[in-house]
Structures are given as C-alpha cells and as structure tokens.
T-cell receptor
Framework: EDKVVQSPLSLVVHEGDTVTLNCSYE??????LLWYKQEKKAPTFLFML????IEKKSGRLSSILDKKELFSILNITATQTGDSAVYLC???????????FGQGTRLTINP | AAGVIQSPRHLIKEKRETATLKCYPI?????VYWYQQGPGQDPQFLIS???????DKGSIPDRFSAQQFSDYHSELNMSSLELGDSALYFC????????????????FGPGTRLTVL
C-alpha cells in the first residue's frame, strides 16, 4: 500500500530561521510528489516534483526530490510568521491519481 | 484565475439527517476528487469522477453517494449522518488528460465544514 511519512510532525522556530521539512514515500510506479501548504482552509499547491536532483524554487521556498532514496525536502529560508501552516506532502496513487497524503508538518513561526 | 467552488462553506446538521455538498471544478477540468479531513488529520480520499463516471473509490461509507453532472460539477450526498461525519470536506479538480504528471496536480476548493450535532 502506498505510504507517505512526514517529519517532523511539529516544528516551532523564530522568524528569520531556516527550516527543512522531510517527506519519505513508498509508492508503486512513482510518478510525482506534491507539496501543499494548508492554513485554516484548503491545501494550496506549492510544488510538483518528478525528477531527482532538480530543485524547484519559489521565492523563499524550495524543494528537491531524491528518487533513489525515496524522499523529498521542502526548505523555507528567512521564515516569516505568514509561513505558519501545515505543510502536506502527497503522491498520486498508482494509476488512479487520488492523492495519498502524509500526516503533515505543523510549522509555527514565532515573532 | 478561477478556482474550485464549493457550497455551502459551513453546514450544521442533526444526527440521522441528510446533507448535500456541491463542487464546481475549475473550467476545463473534467476530473473531480472528494476528500474528508478530520480535525488534526490529513485529507482522506473518498471518491473521484472522470468524465461523469466514477473513476476511483476510497474510504467512502455506504451512506454516502456522489455523482458528476454533464457540466462537470459534482455533488456528495450524505445520509443518516453520524457525529463522526463532522469534518472538512474538500473537492479538488485536475485538468483534462490521461493520468500522468501533467494531471497530477490537484487544485483544492475552500472546503465545506460539516458539523453534525
């Protein structure tokens, strides 16, 4: 069965710090891995990764995939209080496209 | 840009009542997914539709049913509601196309918060 595990489950840092969120996965016929940010509403799409070693970047956020070791990381530099959210990692289930989510990392940025 | 629309945004029902949640996908998206997210939990897949046909089924109770209409909007019907059905219900959509990286990114609606009393 497809499985996604995120760590840490919870992280509290100060504004300006850099954080790294981890996502490991086990999935048959891997196709892509997605990162979402969820505040008190719907998950908002951040990145989709399909190839190993190619960093995706958007402002202070970046993500990279390692298909050999079956994990991805999401980095946030110079964190701001607005980065406080739950960050979800997900992979499409083989064939059917439904997303299998990890438990999420709850990130809290203190001023 | 247009997003996924869900209605209602909040719904309060009594036990054993019925509820209908609606989802309008992004224009030109023909695949719709329903997810249930309990407090402090990750979204759990319920059911999906592609071109008005059920394409996949997850952990959806038999008391729930769903369908997709000719305009691609979808409705989730929930009967004999139980306290445990209280959750956020998200709808997501993907563009038209064969399953693959180009259609893997799902765009989520704002969700319907269902409270069963």
């Amino acid at each position: 069965e497809d499985k996604v595990v995120q760590s840490p489950l919870s992280l509290v840092v100060h504004e300006g710090d850099t954080v790294t969120l981890n996502c490991s996965y086990e999935v048959t016929n891997f196709r892509s891995l997605l990162w979402y940010k969820q505040e008190k509403k719907a998950p908002t799409f951040l990145f989709m990764l399909t190839s190993s070693g190619i960093e995706k970047k958007s402002g202070r956020l970046s993500s990279i995939l390692d298909k050999k070791e079956l994990f991805s990381i999401l980095n946030i530099t110079a964190t701001q209080t607005g980065d406080s959210a739950v960050y979800l990692c997900a992979v499409p289930h083989q064939g059917a496209q439904k997303l299998v989510f990890g438990q999420g990392t709850r990130l809290t940025i203190n001023p | 840009a247009a997003g996924v629309i869900q209605s209602p945004r909040h719904l309060i029902k009594e036990k054993r009542e019925t509820a209908t949640l609606k989802c309008y996908p992004i224009p030109r998206h023909d695949t719709v997914y329903w997810y249930q997210q309990g407090p402090g939990q990750d979204p759990q897949f319920l059911i999906s539709f592609y071109e008005k046909m059920q394409s996949d089924k997850g952990s959806i109770p038999d008391r729930f049913s769903a369908q997709q209409f000719s305009d691609y909007h979808s409705e989730l019907n929930m009967s004999s509601l139980e306290l445990g059905d209280s959750a956020l219900y998200f709808c997501a959509s993907t563009p038209r196309g064969l399953a693959g990286p180009s259609t893997d990114t799902q765009y989520f609606g704002p969700g319907t918060r269902l409270t069963v009393l």
